[in-house]
């Protein structure tokens, strides 16, 4: 099976050694992405829904880039750092989701790679 990588040019993925997403065969899975700008923190920083919705542009443009489309998700993983955000989230990803209805996760953490960066989110799709 042929793989086909993507990269979103996002700030972590040289120098972490990864890609934003990677395809392979019928399956594509989208990396923790942010809305991180090129000095590693959020471009919009205090407001979790606008993270949440540049990091789904994000991995959207990474799935095209791929072959695939939102409607292709069947897993999605979400991390945030406030608990206070998680009904903004689940809204947020019930108007992009509510009818594919992907397994999904929600997890509070401690926090991310940068204080600022209140939300990261990964996911996985596949056709068929």
């Given at each position: 099976?042929?793989?086909?990588?993507?990269?979103?040019?996002?700030?972590?993925?040289?120098?972490?050694?990864y890609?934003?997403?990677?395809?392979?065969?019928?399956?594509?899975?989208?990396?923790?992405?942010?809305?991180?700008?090129?000095?590693?923190?959020?471009?919009?920083?205090?407001?979790v829904?606008?993270?949440?919705?540049?990091?789904?542009?994000?991995?959207?443009?990474?799935?095209?880039?791929?072959?695939?489309?939102?409607?292709?998700?069947?897993?999605?993983?979400?991390?945030?750092?406030?608990?206070?955000?998680?009904?903004?989230?689940?809204?947020?990803?019930?108007?992009?989701?509510?009818?594919?209805?992907?397994?999904?996760?929600?997890?509070?953490?401690?926090?991310?790679?940068?204080?600022?960066?209140?939300?990261?989110?990964e996911?996985?799709?596949?056709?068929g």
């Amino acid at each position: 099976m042929s793989r086909k990588r993507v990269s979103s040019g996002g700030p972590f993925e040289e120098g972490g050694g990864y890609s934003r997403a990677i395809a392979v065969g019928d399956m594509c899975h989208v990396s923790g992405t942010t809305d991180a700008g090129p000095g590693g923190g959020s471009l919009h920083p205090g407001d979790v829904a606008a993270q949440a919705r540049a990091v789904f542009a994000i991995i959207e443009g990474a799935l095209t880039e791929a072959g695939f489309t939102l409607d292709d998700v069947v897993r999605t993983r979400m991390y945030i750092t406030n608990a206070a955000d998680a009904e903004v989230l689940m809204e947020l990803h019930g108007e992009i989701f509510r009818h594919v209805r992907p397994a999904a996760t929600l997890v509070v953490v401690a926090g991310l790679i940068r204080p600022s960066l209140l939300v990261e989110i990964e996911l996985t799709a596949q056709r068929g």
